[in-house]
């Protein structure tokens, strides 16, 4: 009679083998996520009576998950962490006071399409709208991306604001993820940005390189490495059971060819609120070269507030941290406030 461990240990098998046989390069992985909660759900051997719910979720905030990320995941495990960032669930669907469509007030702060400039001497370049994996607890998740398209008159126009504005010291590829943008596009603004003076830094903010580790090629690094201003890449890793062997592959090519690299994690109930939880990630992290950054509280999305946790347990928990760690590797526990000139610590 077969065993949970041995059936769970050979399900991981399919599921590698089917991401390694059939989605070899990033492209196919990222053009062939999983986008059914019914298929979700059967890969883990989880039962179809969260379907319903799930579906209703969906509708509001599509799935989308890479077969290698849930090849991470344990088989049959409804509290897997990795699992409880990605899975639809009804509580998306309650109303919330004090949650909405736009908790960060990024509309009001949309210059020109593309472009989000809320903080002085940096800004925003919204490069794509597509993401490799739906994070149910995105703050974009609503957000009119149909409106910033950087087509060719509006990739000229953000160009000519950045131009325009001296104080813009570094420039922040976002989205979307800016990574699943193609090579050939990135590096053609890579080179512009170049080209402009004031511009010194080039820093990325994705996803990808956790999710989809093969996305860092050497084509990839070297339209980000190859010029002036200086790289910094900025992942996003919630939990230490998002790094393996491949993500710290990933770092270590960056890392070898000058990138600066820094972690962002944002705090989600269930997932990893536990002084050990955060521990470990920032330990996982350090040993990928990868340097914790900040540790956000739940920004006020509507569709997410089943992730919330207070910020009185917050401040106990990076208190707890900094008693098992250097300092170096304590991320700052932060909020962004609308409004407000940076983000705001919470000590």
């Known amino acids: 009679m077969i065993t949970r461990s041995e059936l769970v240990v050979q399900m991981s098998e399919q599921i590698s083998a089917q991401t390694i046989d059939d989605f070899s390069s990033w492209q196919e992985q990222l053009a062939n996520t999983v986008?059914?909660?019914?298929?979700?759900?059967?890969?883990?051997?989880?039962?179809?009576?969260?379907?319903?719910?799930?579906?209703?979720?969906?509708?509001?905030?599509?799935?989308?998950?890479?077969?290698?990320?849930v090849h991470r995941m344990e088989y049959g495990n409804l509290d897997d962490p990795l699992l409880k960032q990605v899975l639809p669930l009804g509580a998306e669907c309650d109303e919330v006071e004090g949650f909405g469509l736009d908790p960060l007030a990024e509309q009001t702060q949309n210059p020109v399409d593309g472009v989000i400039h809320k903080y002085h001497g940096r800004m925003l370049l919204i490069v794509g709208s597509a993401c490799a994996v739906n994070c149910r607890f995105c703050f974009r998740r609503h957000f009119p991306y149909q409106d910033n398209r950087l087509d060719r008159e509006s990739w000229s126009r953000a160009m000519d604001y950045i131009r325009s504005d001296s104080t813009i010291k570094e420039v922040i590829l976002s989205g979307g993820d800016p990574l699943a943008t193609s090579d050939r596009r990135l590096q053609k603004l890579a080179l512009e940005l170049n080209g402009i003076p004031h511009v010194e830094t080039l820093r990325i903010h994705s996803r990808l390189p956790v999710v989809i580790p093969e996305r860092i090629t050497d084509e990839m690094i070297g339209w980000f490495t190859g010029h002036r201003i200086k790289p910094v890449m900025?992942?996003?890793?919630?939990?230490?059971?998002?790094?393996?062997?491949?993500?710290?592959?990933?770092?270590?090519?960056?890392?070898?060819?000058?990138?600066?690299?820094l972690n962002q994690s944002v705090l989600l109930r269930g997932i990893n609120d536990s002084v050990s939880a955060l521990t470990e990630l920032s330990n996982v992290l350090f040993n990928a070269g990868v340097l914790p950054y900040y540790l956000h509280v739940l920004d006020p999305v509507k569709g997410a507030a089943h992730f919330?946790?207070?910020?009185?347990?917050?401040?106990?928990?990076?208190?707890?941290?900094?008693?098992?760690?250097?300092?170096?590797?304590?991320?700052?526990?932060?909020?962004?406030?609308?409004?407000?000139?940076?983000?705001t610590w919470i000590n």
């Open 234 to 261: 900025v992942i996003h890793a919630n939990h230490a059971n998002e790094i393996d062997d491949a993500v710290a592959d990933a770092m270590n090519k960056l890392r070898q060819a000058g990138v600066t690299l």
């Open 308 to 343: 919330d946790v207070p910020d009185a347990a917050a401040r106990e928990l990076i208190q707890g941290v900094m008693a098992e760690c250097p300092g170096y590797l304590v991320p700052k526990l932060v909020r962004e406030i609308p409004g407000k000139p940076g983000k």
């Open 35 to 69: 986008n059914s909660p019914e298929q979700l759900l059967s890969m883990m051997g989880l039962s179809q009576e969260l379907l319903p719910a799930a579906l209703q979720a969906s509708d509001h905030f599509a799935l989308r998950v890479p077969h290698s990320y």
